[in-house]
């Protein structure tokens, strides 16, 4: 094995492999470990059985570097408007790739709104460096929030329950540090003597299908306090000052409609009610719109852009450095180190270690790993994302992860995308990690790891104090 990068963490999946050994002297099988979270009708709904046969664990020093880079991180991308333009959003959402429509609200929502309350998820790959920051989703409509969940019932079984005993794992709420954010940040709309109406307003059309997640949502909200309703942004109506949905007077909106769906003037038309009453402060969101100025791909390629290396510190830098892959926008030159960059002939002799991905769309869509596309679709696709909202990425290689297998038979290798959650420590508590849930592929040449590719999911336990 190579040296590690970091001499003062212990070596990639100690803790993992302990848990094959654990696994080995007692027989489990890993039915038997997976069928707490099988049989759970919360996961159902999301997963439907596809789960990976263990959760993945992290250290007490891992779990620490984790919440300490993607603080820096969140900082450094909080803070584009006033090191790159001026102090103006504006120009910060035209440099990532919004259209007027959006730049348009997502100015309205920064200029009624006090500094946003962190909460965001990290998508990131585990190499032989460490973890690698593929992207960082700042909004509240983020997915893999049942990991806590999936955690509970895996612990169910005496297993894993008595090996995260002996080495003192836990695991965290996630959905706890999520209902902490929106307290916190839609404080003034808080009634007092009840509970919150929440609307869960996602777009028409993903309501269609996203329904029953939001309703699982809706469950998990009503556990810490809050009565929340499902719905699109078309069922939310008004009465004098007030939004409401099926005629109930609502406190927040909690969005998970997202700026890719405001695209044009009808779309903005259908939410302006909505944005109307935050603008006069009838209504709390969560999250405002302008989290996603910073929660996207095309604010990623500014950190990675060495024209901007002056505007950071040296911890910023260092930080940037070890956990963001080269990132760039997808235009004939761009910076490489000191030099300039003809980027489209690069991109055609790079393309089995580069990716394609839209800077604002979400989960999965659009992006095209050069590596899974022959020569002419790759160029037709870069010719085709020239000057637009698109980015390239430097591929990331997971490394493997071992995983129980069936009695008697070797470990099975699988390749993961860890969603590791960050919440504001001051509001949330710790060190602002927040959780995590990952997904596992099979394919060590997969381009996006999904539940529709194929994926199966697990939750994360870590060490709640160093090992002796």
Known sequence: MSKPPHPDLPPRSELGSAYLDHVARHGAAPADLVAGAAASDLLAVAYRGRFLPAPVFVSAAERSRLAADLGTLYRMLASLPDRLFGGEPRALARAVGMNDHQVSVVSRAVANGAPLVPLARADLYRDDRGFRLLELNITSALGGFENAEVCRAMLGHPVLARFAEEHALGHADTMRAIGDA??????????????????????????????????????????????????????????????????????????????????????????EPLLRAAERGTVGMFSRLDAELYGNKGALALLSDDRHRHAFTSAERACADRFLPWTRPVRKVVTDGDAELDLMPYAVREQGDLILKPTLLHGGSGIVAGWTVDAAEWRARLEDALDGPYVLQRRVRPAAECFPGEPGQAPQELYLNWGVFYADPVVAGGDGYAGCIVRGSTDPQVGVVSMGGGARIGGCLYETAPAA
């Open 182 to 271: 929106l307290r916190a940040e839609c404080a003034p709309f808080l009634p007092e003597g009840r509970r919150p109406v929440v609307a869960l307003a996602d777009w028409p059309e993903s309501y269609r299908t996203y329904e029953p997640r939001l309703r699982v949502w809706a469950a998990l909200l009503e556990r810490l306090g809050f009565d929340a309703v499902p719905c699109h942004v078309g069922m939310i109506g008004s009465r004098g000052d007030r939004l409401t949905v099926d005629g109930r007077a609502v406190d927040i909106v909690f969005r998970f409609f997202l700026v890719e769906e405001l695209a044009t003037a009808a779309d903005i038309a259908l939410a």
